[in-house]
């Protein structure tokens, strides 16, 4: 059974910082991997999806890796924001086309 | 990017009543859509695939009697909750499975969510 687990699971920092949030997943039979940003009380934004056959996406100053034989992941944020304070969920697809989530990060970038 | 709508986007309601939540896919059609849930704090767990025409798939754990799911046509996935209970409050959040042209990618896309409160 996928398991999808994010490191840490709350960060604060101050604002400017470049910092990168983890996440791992138990099995590497993916179809591809998605970072969302969820808001409090919100829906999810999606940031950036890799897809299985892919290392690395990037968007802004945002920047996605992925290591499909380690079952690992990591989001880059650049120069962080105090508008960048969010949850951030990691998510893998499987093979049938289920997203299984990991636990999120809260982000809480400070000015 | 494709649009996916949700209504209620919030609702309140009484102990015992049913609740239906609609999800539709504004630009797209969607044989597969899914539903999930959110509880306070936590990340969002799949309750069952939506396939038009057929019986959902439910994930292990969730009732399918309480959580009435039907995919009447490409574009709409409803979810009934039925007999609510203040335990079922929590995010519910859609998803339609997009499978894209021939070649191109598989990408889920999400709906805004509603937030149901049960009284």
């Known amino acids: 059974k996928q398991e999808v687990t994010q490191i840490p699971a709350a960060l604060s920092v101050p604002e400017g910082e470049n910092l990168v949030l983890n996440c791992s997943f138990t099995d590497s039979a993916i179809y591809n991997l998605q970072w969302f940003r969820q808001d409090p009380g919100k829906g999810l934004t999606s940031l950036l999806l890799i897809q299985s056959s892919q290392r690395e996406q990037t968007s802004g100053r945002l920047n996605a890796s992925l290591d499909k034989s380690s079952g690992r992941s990591t989001l880059y944020i650049a120069a962080s924001q105090p508008g960048d304070s969010a949850t951030y969920l990691c998510a893998v697809m499987d093979s049938s086309y289920k997203l299984i989530f990991g636990s999120g990060t809260r982000l809480l970038v400070r000015p | 990017g494709a649009v996916v709508s949700q209504h209620p986007s919030r609702v309140i309601c009484k102990s015992g009543t049913s609740v239906k939540i609609e999800c539709r896919s504004l630009?797209?059609?969607?044989?597969?859509m899914f539903w999930y849930r959110q509880f306070p704090k936590q990340s969002l767990m799949l309750m069952a695939t939506?396939?038009?025409?057929?019986?959902?798939?439910?994930e292990q754990g969730v009732e399918k009697d309480k959580f009435l799911i039907n995919h009447a046509s490409l574009t709409l996935s409803t979810l009934t909750v039925t007999s609510a209970h203040p335990e079922d409050s929590s995010f519910y959040i859609c998803s339609a499975r997009d499978p894209g042209l021939a070649g191109g990618w598989d990408t889920q896309y999400f709906g805004p969510g509603t937030r149901l409160t049960v009284l």
């Open positions: 939506s396939n038009e025409g057929s019986k959902a798939t439910y």
């Open positions: 630009d797209f059609q969607a044989t597969t």
